[in-house]
Structures are given as C-alpha cells and as structure tokens.
C-alpha cells in the first residue's frame, strides 16, 4: 500500500513570494490533515477536510494561507505572500475517517526556508 | 484552547537504562492518547496509543493513563541508541463534531540514548 505523497520535498523562496505544496493521500482514506512544524515544536494542525469538505480550520492564518481538495482525493496548500515566520515543514497525514483511527499517517513532508 | 504540555528536554541516558518521557493535557474531555516518535529530519510514526486508565505496554515501550491526574508517559526499558528522537505526544478530544477528533500535538522531548 502506498504512503502519503508530497512534493515538493524541499522549496526556497523569498518573502513576499508564493508558494503551493501538494499532497496525495493513501487511497481510500477520507480524511486529510495539513499540520506546520517549525522547528523544535509538534505540529500544529493547520486544516482538516473530510472529503471535499472543511472540518476545521480554525488555525489557518487565512490572509495568507488557503487550501482546496476540490475531489475529495489529493489536495493543495498555497502560502501567498508568504514570510519568514512561514519558514517550517508542511505535513500532509490522512485517515480512513474522521472518527475510530488508530494511527495518522504522514507524508514525508515539505521543508519551506523563506529568506 | 486546548493544551498538551511536556518536557522539551533533552532527556540523556545510558543505553540499557530506562527513559521515562511525560506529558499533561488541559481537556479534560479528551479521549484518546498518542505517542509518536520522530527522527531528525523524518515525519512522526505511531508507537503507542492508549484509551483507558492503566498501564499498556508493547515490547519495551510501556505507555501509562491516568485521566483524574490529566497525565500521560512513555516508559522505554532498556533504551537503545536507535531510540535516540524526539517523542511527540498527541491528545484526541470526543464528542461530536468532526474538529474533536483532531490531534493536538505537544512540543516533543528529545531523547538522546548515549551508547
């Protein structure tokens, strides 16, 4: 069975720049997460979708940070513009449901170094 | 806002002794208690999730619940080098409402298990 896919695994960009992150799922699994990890802390949860819909979204800075999984599957988190307190690894993690996992899964993630 | 709180650490010991790695949480609501363990540069992997009050042990990794006290550890006997990371703790609420179900991760202990 296939992990969580991401890409890119790794971007540099400059303040003020934009940039788009893409995850794919392990197939089948409804749920899909985006968490931030700046260095030496947990990750934080930025969104939740059930589907192609919102569960929560309640840490998403959204003057800057949108996100879409507009057919329920892989899904895109787009900073515009971004700034140097962005600078973190994007986690993508998926579960069979919302409810009743054991386990979320991650993706390898992508490390963003704003300068 | 809901809290889960450890010891950043670093946490040093001996190969051969055991680690004790400790967590509290502020929900008291919460269902369902996590640990993951991440390497340096990797994304979190589950190695223990406990439910219930008491003590739930699997190989040399022992998790223990004590939902009064809002309390949460990881003990690991006879601690490896390989076991040298960063251990996540993770807290689930309940309830109803899909954003209940979220994970709330904790800054993580650094472990270091010197040969």
């Known amino acids: 069975e296939a992990g969580v896919a991401q890409s890119p695994r790794y971007k540099i960009i400059e303040k003020r720049q934009s940039v788009a992150f893409w995850c794919n799922p392990i197939?089948?699994?409804?749920?899909l997460y985006w968490y931030q990890q700046i260095l030496g802390q947990g990750p934080k949860l930025l969104i939740q979708?059930?589907?192609?819909?919102?569960?929560?979204d309640s840490q998403l800075p959204k003057d800057r940070f949108s996100a879409e999984r507009l057919k329920g599957v892989d899904s895109t988190l787009k900073i515009q513009p971004a700034k140097l307190e962005d600078s973190a690894v994007y986690l993508c993690?998926?579960?069979?449901?919302?409810?009743?996992?054991?386990?979320?899964?991650f993706g390898p993630g992508t490390r963003l170094t704003v300068l | 806002q809901k809290e889960v709180e450890q010891n950043s650490g670093p946490l040093s010991v001996p190969e051969g002794a055991i680690a004790s790695l400790n967590c509290t949480y502020s929900?008291?609501?919460?269902?369902?208690f996590f640990w993951y363990r991440q390497y340096s540069g990797k994304s979190p992997e589950l190695i223990m999730s406990?439910?219930?009050?008491g003590d739930k042990e699997d190989g040399r990794f022992t998790a223990q619940l004590n939902k009064a006290s809002q309390y949460v550890s990881l003990l690991i006997r006879d601690s490896q080098p390989s076991d040298s990371a960063t251990y996540l703790c993770a807290v689930r609420g309940g309830g109803s409402g899909g954003s209940n179900y979220k994970l709330t991760f904790g800054k993580g202990t650094l472990l270091t298990v010197n040969p």
């Open positions: 929900d008291r609501g919460s269902q369902s």
């Open positions: 993690a998926s579960t069979p449901g919302l409810a009743n996992y054991n386990e979320q899964f």
């Open positions: 979708f059930q589907n192609n819909g919102v569960v929560d």
């Open positions: 197939s089948g699994h409804a749920t």
């Open positions: 406990i439910y219930s009050n």
